[in-house]
């Protein structure tokens, strides 16, 4: 797991449905993408705060996927408030692309 | 850890309600200028001025090439501009004035009758394109955020501006001589500043973000778009020189290798992009595009012979026809089948599935249309397009008859296709 996180077991359950949002122009979901950089949780104030990149700056899908994160996140964790921010900083590339997305990319 | 990160990286889409009607408007001129091409075959075996070919060639590059370039950069230039568009209202504006303008400039050429419904026409045609313009320069100006492929595409509109100005000189120009000479002197001029102020230039500045976007590709080199940008308008404005002030053929060659040079490094970019692609995998959509990008070299070969010729004053109708066709059923058809469903798909996903992202599985776009008459329409286009240029250039009558049904086919197909992207519902199950 390459992603920042202040609750590890927490993160993974997020990741988990963070898979069922997908990039619909790559057909790969956004965690095998790379795309999620942090997912942090809040207790006292029931939040978490999802920051995750596209691979590409305005890119025309962007809305949608950031929708996509947040709708997953809520469905998962219904007693939080969802903040999700996007970042170019560090951009994405190729190289944060996980081995079974890679493999996919190839197929 | 990140506190660069919000969330100004987010495009925000314009309306699918501005774009579809361009995209539905633009199939629907495609189909009836093939239509036409069935009707008028005997027309491509004579000299190019003839009612026909001018109204098959307005419709192409007006109903069809225009209005999907209109469309499609209504959806795109927000994302060029890293912003959003200026005004859905002007948008509704140019559709609906071009929407109107164009048919009656091609009954006007079609029936060779330059009365007032066709200068109507081209004043309307006008309309849509101030309009046009106004949107996309406010657009820029209120993002700050210009970028070469943005300005291509403004540059692109100023010189459609141009054209179609010269346009509507030369439409009335037909009924009152206003003009020094008569409006067939001055179609060379007009002709190219569309083809390669509008045409090359918007095609290759959206498509230089485009293509690498759709292969996820690692390369990007902004410098050599800004070599290219230089080279097609140093082209553009060498030639409005020498066909105002000079009478020497040769020196055409000036702007033809400006074009050409810029063509080469395109290619070079579009190769440099396809070999450092992420994704292996090339869909038919972006093959055709690429495909596109290699059929832009061929009315430049067609000319290149027209130019040679004419310095030994021998004029071939068949080279120029064939030029003519090479550019707007060639290159320009080619990269619209291709971006059509690489773009349509996304605006009518986002339509109906932007609010269900996220929670469970829903298509991929390119479910939304049928790959297999996609491949169907490719393989009838290329069919159609390879045997109308060889049948006007052995001016043989049944090939060419063959070649437009067959290109009549792609069309219809293609409309089946865009129809069926346009009308997707969300499933119930």
């Known amino acids: 797991m390459n992603e920042i996180t202040n609750d590890k077991r927490k993160c993974e359950l997020a990741l988990g449905a963070l898979k069922f949002v997908m990039d619909p122009e790559i057909g790969l979901n956004v965690v095998d993408l790379g795309l999620i950089y942090q997912v942090d949780f809040d207790e006292d104030e029931k939040l978490v705060f999802c920051t995750h990149s596209l691979t590409t700056q305005f890119c025309p899908m962007g809305e949608s996927i950031n929708d996509g994160v947040t709708n997953a996140l809520q469905q998962t964790f219904p007693d939080y408030k969802i903040e999700t921010r996007i970042t170019f900083d560090p951009p994405w590339n190729s190289k944060k692309i996980s081995e079974e997305g890679r493999e996919f990319l190839n197929g | ?429």
């Open chain 2, 1 to 429: 850890m990140f506190p660069g990160a919000t969330n100004n990286g987010l495009a925000k889409n314009t309306s699918y309600k501005v774009v579809l009607p361009f995209y539905l408007y633009a199939g629907l001129a495609f189909l009836i200028a093939t239509i036409l091409l069935i009707f008028s075959t005997p027309a491509f075996l004579q000299h190019y001025f003839h009612p026909h070919t001018f109204a098959i060639t307005h419709i192409m590059a007006l109903g069809w090439g225009t209005m999907m370039i209109l469309g499609a950069s209504h959806q795109l230039v927000p994302v060029l501009i890293e912003g959003k568009l200026y005004s859905n209202f002007l948008a509704y504006l140019s559709f609906g004035f071009a929407a109107i303008g164009i048919p009656l400039l091609a009954i006007g050429f079609y029936q060779f009758d330059f009365g007032w419904p066709t200068q109507l026409g081209a004043i309307l045609i006008n309309g849509a394109i101030i309009f046009y313009l106004i949107n996309i320069g406010a657009s820029m100006i209120k993002s700050k955020n210009e970028n070469v492929h943005a300005v291509f595409v403004f540059t692109g509109t100023l010189w459609l501006m141009i054209t179609i100005i010269v346009g509507l000189f030369l439409v009335y120009n037909f009924t009152y001589n206003i003009l020094s000479k008569d409006s067939l002197s001055y179609l060379p001029l007009h002709a190219h500043l569309g083809i390669v102020g509008w045409f090359l230039m918007v095609v290759i500045g959206v498509g230089s973000r485009l293509i690498p976007m759709f292969l996820i590709s690692k390369y990007s080199n902004d410098k050599l778009l800004w070599w290219i940008y230089s080279l097609i308008n140093i082209a553009l404005i060498c030639f409005i020189i020498i066909f105002l002030f000079f009478k020497t053929i040769s020196l055409y060659f000036i702007p033809l290798i400006a074009i050409a040079a810029a063509l080469i490094m395109f290619g070079y970019y579009c190769f440099k992009c396809y070999s450092e692609r992420i994704r292996k995998k090339v869909d038919y959509q972006v093959k055709i595009s690429l495909l596109s990008v290699c059929m832009m070299a061929l009315p430049l070969i067609f000319l290149f012979i027209v130019i040679i010729l004419l310095m030994f004053s021998v004029s071939n109708i068949h080279l120029v026809l064939s030029y003519g066709f090479c550019i707007f059923f060639g290159w320009i058809t080619a990269i619209i089948f291709g971006m059509t469903f690489k773009t349509l798909p996304f605006i009518v996903w986002n339509k109906v599935y932007h609010q269900k992202a996220g929670l469970g599985k829903t298509p991929n776009p390119k479910e939304l249309f049928n790959d297999k008459i996609f491949l169907i329409m490719g393989v009838a286009y290329l069919l159609g397009f390879i045997l109308f240029v060889t049948g006007v250039l052995i001016s043989n009558e049944p090939i060419i008859k063959t070649a437009s049904i067959l290109l009549l086919i792609s069309a219809v197909l293609y409309n089946g296709n865009v129809w069926k992207a346009v009308t997707h519902k969300l499933s119930k199950s």
